[in-house]
């Protein structure tokens, strides 16, 4: 492809112009590929700046509501959000992580242990953990994180397609949101904090395929969290990466070569590369001087004995995915996500996708770089979460967490298949159903965001059941032990994995210095927090077991009954004893 006439040229410098009559005909002016036309906040008349701003002010406070409404219910950090807690409180005290939580890709055939990319979100919830405390600084910086994530896919949306396309991803944006609950929309789990971000992420990369390189520090912010917030959105988004840092690249040459006004790109260089070593520095210290996790991560992606899941699992997810109603726009139940597709499903499915990639054609033969490239990150994107499906160890398919590219996926799919058609449509047709379509959309999000926020509650919230008794349960705990130096340890059912962190949790805040020794899960904790033969004053059990499991001497500091099934009344009773001394 040739290079761009400058950005602010016409439509009609895409066509050849004819000779000046009596003149000799000249050679037709080629038509040129250029970056896509860009639309600007500053130009937007009055009103429709209103409208640019109530949306989105409404998606970020969204996730701030959300936060505030579970807070103000109980919420606090329990199982892995208490363990995030704990590596976002080492940031503010010294013990700067290098990585991510670990992962469970050792599970599944590789046998090697490996941590999820990089401790980008334990870092940018610090400073809130520090001005707001533990438990709403942990809530409301998981919520800020989906704030930005939402702002940033009305802006660069609005970027490309001016209000009607901030609309389509508005609305888009909430069915995800519907889709998995409002309830995450404050959860720090790694797995979900990153999917909105995944979504801006595809936003990100269709503005720097389409030319728009002004954008390049927000696309490297955006793509460095999650790459490095999720071993999943890893493996689907870092190709779509490649593919933007590629075409970029093209682009970058071309308008430095030819734009009048290349003034703007060496501090858009120096931002976005100067950025780009800050976040990943903990991530090159870790693989040169420490634990060598991208090498670990290579290896729980290339070895082990684990079969894959196949061609046949693959493009039923990403059949699933995309097949009316896409997965982005139902409520789905645990697992309920998971089933063999139809055979209904399967073929329209891939037709959807093959719609999207036809009406992409007739965009690249109109020279429409905006449309264009959006069909190739959309094409890249399923691609991508085609092949880690194809390639997930047999088994762990089981967790939506490896899957979250089937709603980011999807949701970005039918944004470009709405899209393209509405862009693609004669100009009288628009004007006819454009109104009409404005006012049912407005409508049609309302009902929406009500929907969302009546979803919020922690009562459906991961570990919501526990939360009061957990708070009880700590709180008695903290009455009866002296403050010191302890090793904790826990055994029993599963509700020990959310109540134990909890409580190592809640005696760092009170000023308590904790050790951990329970095994394989201890490396979650940090390095520094291994029990290694310290000093101690004491032994802290956490269990689900009888008093008699312990030693003549153990000192029972707390007991509480849990109710662990929203669906029926079955408790389990937790008990935390105390053993002075060696054990």
Aim: glycine content about 10%.
């Amino acid at each position: 492809m040739s290079a761009d006439p400058p950005a602010t040229a016409t439509a009609a410098d895409r066509l050849p112009r004819s000779a000046p009559e009596g003149d000799a005909p000249s050679r037709p002016t080629p038509r040129r590929w250029r970056p896509a036309p860009i639309h600007r906040v500053r130009d937007l008349e009055p009103r429709d700046l209103r409208i640019f701003v109530g949306i989105v002010v409404v998606l970020g406070l969204l996730p701030i509501l959300s936060a505030v409404v579970v807070l103000t219910q109980g919420w606090r950090p329990s199982g892995d959000n208490a363990l995030i807690g704990l590596r976002a409180r080492d940031v503010l005290t010294g013990h700067l992580p290098l990585v991510g939580q670990p992962s469970t890709g050792e599970n599944f055939g590789s046998g090697v242990e490996s941590n999820h990319p990089g401790p980008i979100e334990f870092y940018v919830i610090a400073p809130f953990r520090a001005v707001l405390g533990a438990s709403v600084g942990l809530a409301v910086g998981a919520a800020a994180i989906n704030a930005a994530a939402l702002v940033a896919i009305g802006w660069l949306s609005f970027r490309r397609g001016h209000l009607p396309l901030l609309g389509i991803s508005a609305f888009a944006s909430l069915l995800l949101v519907r889709s998995l609950g409002g309830n995450f929309l404050h959860d720090p789990l790694s797995s979900n904090v990153g999917a909105l971000m995944a979504l801006a992420l595809l936003f990100a990369c269709w503005s720097i395929v389409a030319g728009d390189l002004r954008t390049l520090p927000l696309f490297v912010a955006i793509g460095s969290f999650t790459l490095q917030d999720h071993l999943s959105f890893l493996g689907t988004g870092a190709p779509v990466v490649l593919l933007a840092v590629g075409v970029g690249t093209w682009w970058l040459a071309r308008i430095r070569r030819r734009a009048s006004d290349t003034t703007w790109v060496r501090p858009t260089l120096a931002w976005s590369v100067g950025l780009a070593a800050i976040v990943w520095l903990p991530v090159a210290l870790d693989q040169l001087f420490g634990s060598h996790n991208l090498t670990a991560i290579f290896q729980t992606f290339t070895t082990g004995d684990g079969e894959p899941s196949g061609l046949g699992f693959g493009s039923g997810r990403l059949a699933e995915a995309l097949a009316p109603w896409p997965i982005f726009m139902r409520k789905v139940a645990v697992l309920g996500w998971l089933h063999t597709p139809s055979t209904v499903e399967l073929v329209t499915g891939y037709l959807v996708l093959v719609v999207v990639v036809g009406l992409g054609v007739v965009a690249w033969r109109r020279l429409r770089t905006d449309l264009t490239a959006m069909v190739v990150v959309v094409a890249f994107a399923a691609l991508s979460g085609l092949y880690t499906a194809i390639n997930l160890p047999d088994g762990a398919g089981v967790k939506a967490a490896n899957l979250r590219w089937m709603w980011t996926v999807s949701a970005f799919a039918w944004i470009a298949l709405a899209w393209l058609a509405w862009e693609l449509m004669p100009r009288f047709a628009r004007e006819v159903v454009g109104v009409p379509a404005a006012g049912f959309g407005a409508v049609a999000t309302f009902v929406l965001l009500l929907s969302v926020v009546s979803s919020i509650e922690l009562s459906t919230d991961r570990d919501g059941l526990l939360a009061k008794d957990i708070t009880r349960l700590t709180g008695n705990v903290e009455r009866e032990l002296a403050r010191g130096t302890y090793r904790v340890t826990y055994e029993g059912g599963p509700v020990v994995l959310s109540i134990g962190p909890a409580l190592v949790h809640d005696l760092e805040q009170r000023g308590d210095r904790v050790y951990l020794d329970i095994g394989p899960f201890t490396r979650a904790y940090g390095e520094h927090r291994e029990f290694d033969d310290q000093p101690i004053d004491g032994t802290i059990f956490v269990t689900t077991e009888a008093a008699t499991a312990y030693p003549e001497g153990t000192k029972l500091l707390a007991r509480q009954t849990v109710r662990v099934n929203a669906n029926d009344e079955e408790t389990q009773t937790v008990r935390v004893y105390l053993q002075t001394g060696e054990p």
